[in-house]
């Protein structure tokens, strides 16, 4: 039988935007000039992980589901060029993205259930815009499935997965039943890259749209939070800039003026 | 019955660090009567320690797979601890099990965490206020927890615990609930570094990928036993495979709050001062002039780590006789 694969994949503004043109203004966040927003990195994370898995199982299939208001097609698309079989976008004005996790769940959930034979959803540890970590968790408590975090390894087989989990201080192995929810981390290694044949495959692809018309919602919960205020954090710190002569001699007068603070 | 509720744990036989603070940050609050969950072998004797920390109710969990750490069972126990003690305000820590336990607990009573908090407060209403960074750090949100149950996870070491009052009383009762595991641990391997613990150094000596390989990180350790600290990385050195991911300091690593903080060859991304941004003093050693790092250290070197470091560690050597 076919493992049927689901990898959640956020569309985020891009991490690596130099703080200088970050901007915060009236409760949003936004990027200065033409900065392409991008796969949250964990996020491909687990489109990888997802296809080696494929690789090790033969007959698999690996569906795409992202949540959101927008998308730019080249950038969300790039899962598929990676290697993923069909990308289902999950479109509506309701599915803004916001620090209250509840809709996102709400909408993954329904899409899966409505997939309908999925075995596993594999996704990201945490996106790189609310640092939330908690979508994946949520989806599995509403799906009353298994859910195993923070892998840098997954394996399928007989009917179960295995995770090897990173710990701050070692790795553990825990094995959960199928239907299952992993989380990925950036230790499962580097993504693979698109080659041209990927690409090309997925420009022809069309996703799959669904809005909230076609997902059954019924039940979801309130929103669990108010966005009071969202700000640049203030940097209270004033730098000291040791020089010296050359290089070494900054050195030496650094250590030099850490006793004199009596840090040393 | 309790206003709030802590989900604790314990650690060495005492409530964790983390669970005082949980205590102290809902006493701070004015939260009201303080329940705290403790599972683990040692949960009995814990218990007065948590009770001189502040708690007013302590929830007992000895034996089972709660008490062994398995998140379902955690779960299904903080679930049972929420009922019985009618709390309004649950609040959790970001450490390696509340970070799964917090948000799942959350999904299960109908709402969501408020993850990572570096401050937790009431407005007047007595609706929760949680502050937490977002966007890995380049921004700070703060929410007001809406619906009948408000659920938060405050990061470790951002605020202080109470000084123990061994006069306080409280009540210890064991908890009664129904476990439900499915996701087991199979094998669980410590790669235990040696020499100070990371997380409780009082010196870190980190290198980030500005040190250009695996080797000058015995530079680092060679600084760092010298002042009795620990050796830590940003994540583009423990991804390089420079260090092992252990070692790794930021928002998905460890936190770290040591009187010296000294970054070699760190830029100095949000993401890596989340976890250590609460040092008393930070050094920045960086060719880059204009490096992040050096809005954020108390004291900078802008300058080739290869010839800074060495003369550090010789005067160092000299001032230390």
Known sequence: ???????????????????????????????????????????????????????????AKVTVLSCGTDFALDVIKKPLAMGADELVLLQDAAFENSIDPTMAVAALTAA????????????GRQASDWDNAQVPLGVAESLGWAVATIGR??????????????LPDGHETVEAPLPAVVTVSNELGTPRYPNMRGIMAA?????????????????????????????????????????????ADAGRKLALRLREERVL | MAD???IGEITDGAPASATLEGIAAARRMGAGQVAVL???ADAASAASAAIAGGADIVYTIVD????DGEFDALVDAAQAAVTLSGARYVIGAKTLTGRDVM???????????????????????????????????????????????????????????????????????PLAFEANVRTRVLERVEEAGEGVRLENARVVVSGGRGLGGPEPFDSLRELANMLGGAVGASRAACDAGWVPSGYQVGLTGKTVTPDLYIAVGISGASQHMAGCSNSRTLVAINKDAGANIFKEARFGVAGDWQKVLPAFMEQLHELMG
């Open chain 1, 153 to 166: 390894k997954v394996d399928v087989q007989d009917g179960t997965v295995r995770v090897e989990r990173v």
């Open chain 1, 112 to 123: 899966i259930r409505k997939l309908g034979d999925v075995d596993l959803v594999i996704s």
């Open chain 2, 103 to 173: 948000p799942r607990l959350a999904f299960r009573l109908g709402t969501a965490l408020a993850s990572d908090c570096s401050v937790v407060s009431l407005d007047d209403s007595g609706r929760l206020i949680a502050t937490r960074p977002v966007y890995g750090g380049n921004a700070e949100a703060s929410v007001a927890c809406l619906g009948s149950v408000a659920v938060a996870s405050l990061r470790p070491k951002s605020v202080d615990a109470l000084e123990p009052d061994t006069s306080r009383i409280g009540e210890v009762s």
């Open chain 1, 203 to 247: 420009r022809r692809v069309q996703p799959t749209v669904w809005t909230v018309a076609d997902l059954d919602l019924d039940g979801t919960a309130s929103p669990a939070f108010e966005l009071v205020s969202l700000k640049k954090p203030e940097r209270a710190v004033q730098t000291e800039m040791i020089t010296g002569d050359d290089d």
């Open chain 1, 1 to 59: 039988m076919t493992l049927h694969i689901v990898v959640t994949a956020k569309q985020v503004l891009d991490p690596e935007t130099p703080l200088s043109a970050f901007n915060v203004a009236d409760n949003a966040v936004s990027t200065a000039g033409n900065i392409p927003p991008v796969v949250n990195g964990y996020d491909e994370q687990a489109v990888e992980a997802a296809l080696r898995i494929k690789e090790a199982h033969g007959d």
């Open chain 2, 64 to 67: 089972g797979p709660a008490a």
């Open chain 2, 4 to 6: 709030a509720l802590i």
């Open chain 2, 38 to 40: 403790l599972p683990g």
